[in-house]
Protein backbone atom coordinates (compact mmCIF):
# COMPACT_ATOMS: atom_id res chain seq x y z
CA UNK A 1 0.00 0.00 0.00
CA UNK A 2 1.01 3.56 -0.83
CA UNK A 3 0.25 6.36 2.11
CA UNK A 4 -0.35 9.17 -0.10
CA UNK A 5 0.02 11.14 2.60
CA UNK A 6 3.45 10.36 3.13
CA UNK A 7 5.59 13.41 1.49
CA UNK A 8 8.30 11.01 -0.27
CA UNK A 9 5.39 9.10 -1.55
CA UNK A 10 3.22 11.68 -2.62
CA UNK A 11 6.58 12.72 -4.70
CA UNK A 12 6.72 9.38 -6.14
CA UNK A 13 3.20 9.63 -7.01
CA UNK A 14 3.03 13.16 -8.59
CA UNK A 15 5.74 11.70 -11.03
CA UNK A 16 4.42 8.67 -11.91
CA UNK A 17 0.95 10.39 -13.23
CA UNK A 18 3.53 12.57 -14.74
CA UNK A 19 5.28 9.65 -16.36
CA UNK A 20 1.69 8.60 -18.06
CA UNK A 21 1.92 11.80 -19.93
CA UNK A 22 5.07 10.31 -21.88
CA UNK A 23 4.43 7.20 -22.12
CA UNK A 24 2.38 7.18 -25.07
CA UNK A 25 4.86 8.51 -26.81
CA UNK A 26 8.27 6.58 -25.23
CA UNK A 27 6.73 3.97 -23.27
CA UNK A 28 7.58 3.03 -19.96
CA UNK A 29 11.53 4.31 -20.29
CA UNK A 30 13.71 6.21 -18.50
CA UNK A 31 13.27 9.37 -21.40
CA UNK A 32 9.60 8.92 -20.27
CA UNK A 33 10.79 9.45 -16.40
CA UNK A 34 13.57 12.33 -17.08
CA UNK A 35 10.56 14.24 -18.91
CA UNK A 36 8.07 13.69 -16.22
CA UNK A 37 10.89 14.86 -13.61
CA UNK A 38 11.37 17.74 -16.09
CA UNK A 39 7.73 18.72 -15.87
CA UNK A 40 7.97 18.40 -12.31
CA UNK A 41 10.82 20.36 -11.31
CA UNK A 42 12.95 17.43 -10.33
CA UNK A 43 16.49 17.46 -11.28
CA UNK A 44 18.21 14.15 -12.21
CA UNK A 45 19.66 13.56 -8.82
CA UNK A 46 16.36 13.52 -7.24
CA UNK A 47 14.92 10.72 -9.55
CA UNK A 48 17.20 8.64 -8.19
CA UNK A 49 16.29 9.31 -4.85
CA UNK A 50 12.28 9.36 -5.68
CA UNK A 51 12.39 6.07 -7.94
CA UNK A 52 15.59 4.25 -6.87
CA UNK A 53 13.91 1.08 -8.98
CA UNK A 54 13.78 3.42 -12.36
CA UNK A 55 11.12 2.50 -14.36
CA UNK A 56 10.02 -0.76 -12.77
CA UNK A 57 8.99 1.33 -9.82
CA UNK A 58 7.01 3.68 -11.50
CA UNK A 59 5.28 0.95 -13.22
CA UNK A 60 4.57 -0.49 -9.89
CA UNK A 61 2.79 2.69 -8.53
CA UNK A 62 0.82 3.44 -11.86
CA UNK A 63 -0.80 -0.52 -11.49
CA UNK A 64 -1.20 0.51 -7.82
CA UNK A 65 -2.84 4.00 -8.40
CA UNK A 66 -5.40 2.27 -11.11
CA UNK A 67 -6.13 -0.78 -8.20
CA UNK A 68 -6.79 2.49 -5.85
CA UNK A 69 -8.83 4.48 -8.62
CA UNK A 70 -10.96 1.58 -9.21
CA UNK A 71 -11.63 0.84 -5.63
CA UNK A 72 -12.42 4.31 -4.91
CA UNK A 73 -15.05 4.66 -7.99
CA UNK A 74 -16.36 1.59 -7.35
CA UNK A 75 -17.07 2.48 -3.84
CA UNK A 76 -19.02 5.73 -4.72
CA UNK A 77 -21.04 3.93 -7.21
CA UNK A 78 -22.48 1.93 -4.68
CA UNK A 79 -23.04 4.70 -2.86
CA UNK A 80 -24.68 6.67 -5.21
CA UNK A 81 -26.74 3.85 -6.60
CA UNK A 82 -30.04 2.68 -5.13
CA UNK A 83 -29.71 -1.21 -6.84
CA UNK A 84 -26.40 -1.98 -5.90
CA UNK A 85 -24.75 -5.05 -7.25
CA UNK A 86 -25.76 -8.30 -5.72
CA UNK A 87 -22.82 -10.94 -5.49
CA UNK A 88 -18.98 -11.95 -5.92
CA UNK A 89 -19.57 -12.07 -9.97
CA UNK A 90 -22.16 -8.65 -10.00
CA UNK A 91 -19.54 -6.75 -8.27
CA UNK A 92 -16.23 -8.38 -10.29
CA UNK A 93 -18.18 -7.35 -13.31
CA UNK A 94 -18.73 -3.69 -12.18
CA UNK A 95 -15.06 -3.40 -10.82
CA UNK A 96 -13.71 -4.40 -13.89
CA UNK A 97 -15.93 -2.54 -16.33
CA UNK A 98 -14.93 0.66 -13.39
CA UNK A 99 -11.39 -0.10 -14.43
CA UNK A 100 -11.51 -0.48 -18.02
CA UNK A 101 -13.77 2.78 -18.29
CA UNK A 102 -11.00 4.70 -16.46
CA UNK A 103 -8.44 3.83 -19.01
CA UNK A 104 -10.66 4.55 -21.69
CA UNK A 105 -8.69 8.25 -22.28
CA UNK A 106 -5.50 6.35 -21.47
CA UNK A 107 -5.64 3.30 -23.66
CA UNK A 108 -1.84 3.87 -25.32
CA UNK A 109 -0.70 3.98 -21.73
CA UNK A 110 -1.90 0.33 -21.28
CA UNK A 111 -0.88 -0.67 -24.98
CA UNK A 112 2.57 0.69 -23.83
CA UNK A 113 2.25 -1.44 -20.43
CA UNK A 114 1.56 -4.37 -22.01
CA UNK A 115 4.53 -3.92 -24.04
CA UNK A 116 6.48 -3.29 -21.53
CA UNK A 117 5.38 -6.48 -19.79
CA UNK A 118 5.37 -9.20 -22.71
CA UNK A 119 9.40 -9.52 -22.30
CA UNK A 120 10.31 -12.32 -20.53
CA UNK A 121 12.42 -10.83 -18.15
CA UNK A 122 9.99 -9.33 -16.74
CA UNK A 123 7.06 -12.20 -16.41
CA UNK A 124 7.58 -11.99 -12.51
CA UNK A 125 6.38 -8.69 -12.39
CA UNK A 126 3.99 -9.22 -14.83
CA UNK A 127 2.44 -11.77 -12.62
CA UNK A 128 2.73 -9.66 -9.78
CA UNK A 129 0.70 -6.79 -10.73
CA UNK A 130 -1.67 -9.07 -12.29
CA UNK A 131 -2.26 -11.27 -9.65
CA UNK A 132 -2.74 -7.60 -6.84
CA UNK A 133 -5.81 -6.67 -9.36
CA UNK A 134 -7.44 -9.63 -9.29
CA UNK A 135 -7.00 -10.18 -5.91
CA UNK A 136 -7.96 -6.89 -4.97
CA UNK A 137 -10.88 -7.50 -7.22
CA UNK A 138 -11.97 -10.56 -5.89
CA UNK A 139 -11.44 -9.00 -2.01
CA UNK A 140 -13.96 -6.28 -2.55
CA UNK A 141 -16.36 -8.12 -4.30
CA UNK A 142 -16.56 -9.75 -0.76
CA UNK A 143 -14.19 -13.17 -1.70
CA UNK A 144 -13.02 -14.53 1.83
CA UNK A 145 -11.69 -17.78 0.95
CA UNK A 146 -8.76 -18.94 2.06
CA UNK A 147 -9.27 -23.05 1.17
CA UNK A 148 -8.16 -24.64 -2.37
CA UNK A 149 -10.76 -22.28 -4.48
CA UNK A 150 -8.68 -19.10 -3.43
CA UNK A 151 -5.91 -19.67 -6.07
CA UNK A 152 -8.82 -21.17 -8.44
CA UNK A 153 -11.25 -17.99 -8.16
CA UNK A 154 -8.25 -15.71 -8.88
CA UNK A 155 -6.83 -17.55 -11.79
CA UNK A 156 -10.22 -18.27 -13.80
CA UNK A 157 -11.18 -14.28 -13.10
CA UNK A 158 -7.48 -13.23 -14.46
CA UNK A 159 -8.24 -15.11 -17.47
CA UNK A 160 -11.47 -13.19 -18.08
CA UNK A 161 -10.39 -9.79 -17.49
CA UNK A 162 -6.97 -10.51 -19.45
CA UNK A 163 -9.35 -11.32 -22.32
CA UNK A 164 -11.79 -8.76 -21.43
CA UNK A 165 -8.48 -6.02 -21.38
CA UNK A 166 -7.39 -7.22 -25.18
CA UNK A 167 -10.78 -6.93 -26.51
CA UNK A 168 -10.90 -3.38 -24.63
CA UNK A 169 -7.94 -2.64 -26.30
CA UNK A 170 -8.91 -3.02 -29.73
CA UNK A 171 -12.56 -2.05 -29.72
CA UNK A 172 -12.38 1.69 -30.95
CA UNK A 173 -16.11 2.46 -30.57
CA UNK A 174 -15.56 4.74 -27.70
CA UNK A 175 -18.08 3.23 -25.67
CA UNK A 176 -18.12 0.47 -23.19
CA UNK A 177 -20.97 -1.22 -24.40
CA UNK A 178 -19.25 -3.98 -26.50
CA UNK A 179 -16.81 -4.85 -23.47
CA UNK A 180 -18.84 -4.92 -20.91
CA UNK A 181 -21.56 -7.99 -23.44
CA UNK A 182 -17.82 -9.24 -23.81
CA UNK A 183 -17.15 -9.60 -20.41
CA UNK A 184 -21.13 -10.89 -19.60
CA UNK A 185 -19.92 -13.31 -21.71
CA UNK A 186 -16.94 -14.67 -20.65
CA UNK A 187 -18.60 -13.96 -17.15
CA UNK A 188 -21.40 -16.62 -17.85
CA UNK A 189 -18.72 -18.89 -18.95
CA UNK A 190 -17.06 -19.46 -15.21
CA UNK A 191 -20.56 -18.76 -13.27
CA UNK A 192 -19.97 -21.50 -11.60
CA UNK A 193 -17.09 -22.39 -9.72
CA UNK A 194 -16.23 -25.96 -8.43
CA UNK A 195 -16.25 -26.08 -4.66
CA UNK A 196 -12.99 -28.01 -3.91
CA UNK A 197 -11.93 -29.07 -0.50
CA UNK A 198 -9.95 -31.95 -0.81
CA UNK A 199 -7.15 -31.68 2.38
CA UNK A 200 -3.77 -30.43 0.80
CA UNK A 201 -0.13 -31.14 2.40
CA UNK A 202 1.98 -28.28 2.59
CA UNK A 203 -1.09 -26.10 1.50
CA UNK A 204 0.48 -22.99 1.29
CA UNK A 205 3.79 -24.20 -0.23
CA UNK A 206 1.33 -25.61 -3.72
CA UNK A 207 -1.01 -22.89 -3.48
CA UNK A 208 1.83 -20.05 -4.10
CA UNK A 209 3.01 -22.46 -6.61
CA UNK A 210 0.01 -23.01 -7.81
CA UNK A 211 -0.93 -19.26 -8.34
CA UNK A 212 2.41 -18.82 -10.35
CA UNK A 213 1.80 -21.03 -12.73
CA UNK A 214 -1.87 -19.99 -13.18
CA UNK A 215 -0.66 -16.45 -13.58
CA UNK A 216 2.26 -17.00 -15.90
CA UNK A 217 0.00 -18.96 -18.08
CA UNK A 218 -2.35 -15.75 -18.36
CA UNK A 219 0.54 -13.28 -18.94
CA UNK A 220 1.84 -15.31 -21.58
CA UNK A 221 -1.72 -15.68 -23.01
CA UNK A 222 -1.66 -11.51 -23.38
CA UNK A 223 1.80 -11.72 -24.84
CA UNK A 224 0.23 -14.14 -27.80
CA UNK A 225 -2.89 -12.11 -27.99
CA UNK A 226 -1.18 -8.73 -28.13
CA UNK A 227 1.35 -10.22 -30.89
CA UNK A 228 -1.38 -11.74 -33.04
CA UNK A 229 -3.01 -8.51 -32.61
CA UNK A 230 0.34 -6.49 -33.59
CA UNK A 231 -0.05 -4.48 -30.63
Request: proline fraction near 3%.
Amino acid sequence: MIDPSRTENQERINLTRACMMHVPFDGWSKQSLELAAKDCGIDEDELSRILPRGVEEALEIYAHLADEDMVLAFEEALSESQTAPQGMTAKSKLLILVRLEQALPHKEVVRKTLQYLRKPSRAKLSQSLLYNTIDRIWRVAGDDSTDFSFYTKRGLLGAVYSETLIYFLADNSGSMDNSSAFLDRRLKEISVIPKLSKPLKKQSEFVATAISKTFSSIAKNISQQMAKRGY
